[in-house]
DNA sequence: AGACAAATGTGAGCACCGCTCTCGCTTTTT
DNA sequence: AAAAAGCGAGAGCGGTGCTCACATTTGTCT
């Protein structure tokens, strides 16, 4: 046990991710090539092979180490700030975090967000990751409602029953339309980043960062008044 | 001219682009293959080069269609609401035409507000039709802010030129606020849609679509009180 | 009517892709 | 020391976008 052939393969995927990473942030995610990987490796494509059974395979695990990187970037954005109280401040800082990372990596935020790969399936091992970075938003939202904040929401029939549900089995103790309606920023903050980054705003204003500052403006007024 | 020659060749672009569509609902917008385009049709593959010098050629075609097609039903969606004050049942009407659009054809919305096909820039052809359902929602609000509405809301720095822009270059006259508090709305909406059609929400809520009516209800209630 | 040119389709070919399979070689386990 | 498992090489399959020389069809102009 943990001999050179286990250190070698550690090594050998560890580069293989590199690569790709490299690849996908030069060419886009879509054009993440396999046999260009093994090319920059030295290895006969089919190599590649012995470490992921297939591009899928290989996507996958992207897609798991970026959700767990935006997640991270989320959770220190959020625990930078020092008064825990300033739920605007908080929430600026991690709707901050969370464009600024899919600035820094577009190919990344295009891997999480943009279209599915055509054919290919999330397996059941990104949902935990996937949920992380959300988990961010529902913490402060705790904190929003524990500050004796009430928002004044009518929350849609058809989400009720899904409250109930992740109060029931998640535990989760904050007032229905806080929730609601923080799952609109939520919607607001990933359509405001995704229509920067696609290049949706550049025939419609200057500065595309603006419609992101509009959007947490908003629901800083909003969510914690 | 008008000749037999000129309808041919309609005739085969229009085929071209109903298979393309047609390949495009079935296996994705990436997975888009000349190839197979021209064996659907019983041509070799290089004669569809006279028709479209290129993929990306051909999804320019596409795209502005689809924008078109977007524009479209979004302008009948709240042409259809006839009393023209109920701006907030225009408003539902956009929105819920916007989803209807998305859930119909998400292969042509992956297109238009997905992953950008990599190596792909949008032309200039683009533009104009990508700007058509958009133009809606500003119509919305100028009739809002003419009924006498005025919001409450501090307009970020960095939009400030640009609704000046706006003003003076496209003559629209509606007040910044209200501007910025729909393009606002607007990127809710969108980001609602695309974390329902991508799939984001199946592992946070049961009922996707919930989401996207917490948005519209929200952006109903801030925009047309 | 006939000549000419433009439009159209053909087939071979290039370079690339994901992926499979077999064959030796090496490291690890028994 | 023998057996097993891991690994890289190489050939090969079927697919892709795209180019090019060539033949054929078709519309127009003299």
Redesign the pocket.
Known sequence: ?S???ER??VA?TTEIVRLAREQMAAEGAAA?????IARDMG?????I??YY????ELLTALIIDSYERLGAVAEAADQAVRRRSDHRARLRAMAGAIRQFAIDSPSEWALLFGTPVPGYAAPQDTIGPATRYTLVLVELLGDIARSGVRHDFAVPRAMRADLVRLHDVFGLEVPAPTIALGLTAWAAIMGAVSLELFGHLHNVIDQPGALFDAVVDHYATVLAP
Chains 1, 2 share one sequence.
């Open positions: 046990m001999g050179v052939r070698a393969r050998t993440l090539s396999l046999r260009a290895m006969v494509s089919s190599g092979y012995r059974a297939s591009r899928d």
